[in-house]
């Protein structure tokens, strides 16, 4: 069974442009979720969602980040415009209702240099 | 203060040593905690998994849990140079979907 896939793996952009990142979750995964991670620090919840509904969506920086999951599969999360600060690892998590403890699993990342 | 507190580390130890890993946390509603492995340039992967207070073991892996001092803790036995990785710790409270991570501690088993 694939995991979850993220793409791309490396993006680097200079400030003020847009980005884009892309996460295809586990088959039958029903939840997903954006997080950040930054250097040295454990991962953040961006948001989450229940098929293609944003249920939580507190931490995210709506002024310049958004996000959409349209038919509850596949998601795309936007930066625009990208500021230095941004510079992290985005992470993508899938979970179903139905595994123990709601596991999360995890993809691989995607690394983001703003210059 | 952060809801989860967790050592960065490093810790460094030589093959075969027994490795303890902690963390503490403040909000006395987490009842579900975790440990992750995540190796560099890879996502989290769950190692364990308790459920309120009490010991799990899973071959070289023990997870406890002291729900009375706010305190859990992770031990590796026999380490490997494999089980070199950053470890998280994680938890969430019953019928919360949100998971707060510990900073991961970075541990390097040397051969």
């Known amino acids: 069974e694939a995991g979850v896939v993220q793409s791309p793996r490396y993006k680097i952009i200079e400030k003020k442009q847009p980005v884009a990142f892309w996460c295809n979750p586990i088959s039958g995964h029903n939840t997903l979720y954006w997080y950040l991670q930054n250097l040295g620090q454990g991962p953040e919840l961006l948001i989450r969602y229940e098929n293609e509904e944003a249920v939580d969506d507190s931490q995210l920086p709506k002024d310049r980040f958004s996000a959409e999951r349209l038919k509850g599969v596949d998601s795309t999360l936007k930066i625009q415009p990208a500021e230095l600060g941004d510079s992290a690892v985005y992470l993508c998590?899938?979970?179903?209702?139905?595994?123990?403890?709601?596991?999360?699993?995890f993809g691989p990342g995607t690394r983001l240099t703003v210059l | 203060q952060k809801e989860v507190e967790q050592d960065p580390g490093p810790l460094s130890v030589p093959e075969g040593a027994i490795v303890s890993l902690n963390c503490t946390y403040s909000n006395s509603a987490f009842q579900y905690f975790m440990w992750y492995r995540q190796y560099s340039r890879k996502g989290p992967e769950l190692l364990m998994y308790t459920y309120s207070s009490g010991n799990k073991e899973d071959g070289r892996f023990t997870a406890q849990v002291d729900k009375s001092s706010k305190y859990i803790s992770l031990f590796i036995r026999d380490s490997q140079p494999s089980d070199s990785a950053t470890y998280l710790c994680a938890m969430r409270s019953t019928g919360g979907f949100k998971t707060i991570f510990g900073a991961g501690t970075r541990l390097f088993v040397k051969a």
């Open positions: 998590a899938s979970s179903s209702s139905g595994t123990p403890n709601n596991e999360q699993f």
